[in-house]
């Protein structure tokens, strides 16, 4: 009978060698790069909170819907409310968004998209029954700030009297009237020795409008300006 032996592999004489251990480097916080990115954050975190306190200054105003032109009546659709920061003297230049209008409130000078809603931009209550007189008004006697809806007082300056006579003084022919109409020379390259003026007087002003002529035709007219 046959036996049959199995043999074992030798077993290894030794053991491998166990990895070396690697420890994680910690960053110095000297480290430049670590001290750039701590300064960007805080840049940002400054950023931030300045744009978010701007915000909370901002404050709503209307502002032109589309093209709004000389004369036309204001409507609500014509505006949109439009935020901005607003400072100084500013900020009550504008007519904040949400206020009405008054009826019948119209556009004093042409506004283009977009543009905002200075209150000397708008004439209020303006009547269509409003009666309208031309003035001549020579150069010199005609602040260059007046256009059409701005409110002006028109003054009469005598022809030269004696001396102590009261009507060498100017007399005031209409108060607070608007002017709805500074129409351009078609030459702008003549001389002018006149501007024409046109000033509407509401109708409760029309019963003195007489009055107001007889002045205007007995001297040299002198406009000026209410501001605001």
């Known amino acids: ?36 990115g701590i300064a960007i954050v805080a840049v940002c975190v400054l950023l931030g909170s300045r744009v978010l306190s701007g915000a909370d200054d901002a404050v709503a105003v209307w502002g032109a819907r589309h093209d709004l032109t000389a004369g036309s009546v204001l409507a609500r659709s014509d505006l949109e409310p439009v935020r901005v920061r607003l400072t100084g003297s500013s900020a009550g230049r504008y007519v904040p968004a949400g206020s009405a209008l008054v009826p019948g409130s119209r556009v004093a000078h042409d506004l283009a998209a ?69 129409p351009q020379s078609g030459d702008s390259l003549a001389p002018r ?21 007889g002045l205007l035709a007995d001297g040299r007219v002198v406009l000026t300006r209410r501001a605001g």
């Open 1 to 36: 009978m046959t036996t049959t032996r199995s043999t074992a592999a030798p077993a290894a004489s030794g053991t491998l060698p166990a990895p070396a251990a690697t420890r994680a480097s910690t960053r110095d916080w000297r480290d430049p790069r670590l001290a750039a």
């Open 114 to 182: 977009g543009e905002l809603l200075a209150r000397s931009a708008v004439v209020s209550g303006t009547s269509d029954r409003l009666v309208e007189v031309p003035l001549s008004v020579a150069p010199d006697d005609l602040p260059a700030s007046v256009h059409r809806g701005a409110t002006v007082d028109v003054w009469v300056t005598p022809k030269v009297a004696p001396a102590g006579d009261d009507r060498s003084r100017a007399r005031l022919a209409l108060e607070g009237v608007v002017v709805v109409g500074v």
């Open 193 to 213: 020795t006149t501007q024409q003026v046109i000033v509407g007087v509401e109708p409760a002003q029309a019963t003195d409008l007489a009055d107001a002529l």
